[in-house]
């Protein structure tokens, strides 16, 4: 059983950073693509970024040139670094494993105040 657990939400100002952070136990992280998702309130899930097991990224156009997302496989983690962050940002974050994915963390909240 895989768990996921992410850390680094919290309230910024517009234009602020974040760094999020999503650690998974077990053995097959190097193995699988992993996700960042985000739910804002009354809004569908989106997806946010994802990265393969080689390190290839792919952004939502509505985060490309501000979001970045890295994978360590030595650690298990899975880092959303978040720049210029806009009041439409705020959500719950979620991270998430698999191409369609299988496992999911319980999600950090990330508040941008105008």
């Known amino acids: 059983q895989v768990q996921l657990v992410e850390s680094g939400g919290g309230l910024v100002q517009a234009g602020g950073s974040l760094r999020l952070s999503c650690a998974a136990s077990g053995n097959i992280f190097r193995l699988n693509t992993m996700g960042w998702y985000r739910q804002a309130p009354g809004k569908q899930r989106e997806l946010v970024a994802t990265?393969?097991?080689?390190?290839?990224?792919n952004y939502a156009d509505s985060v490309k040139g501000r979001f970045t997302i890295s994978r360590d496989n030595a650690k298990n983690t899975v880092y959303l670094q978040m720049n210029s962050l806009k009041p439409e940002d705020t959500a719950v974050y979620l991270c998430?494993?698999?191409?369609?994915?299988?496992?999911w963390g319980q999600g950090t909240q990330v508040t941008v105040s105008s």
């Open positions: 998430a494993m698999g191409r369609s994915p299988g496992y």
């Open positions: 990265i393969t097991s080689g390190g290839s990224a």
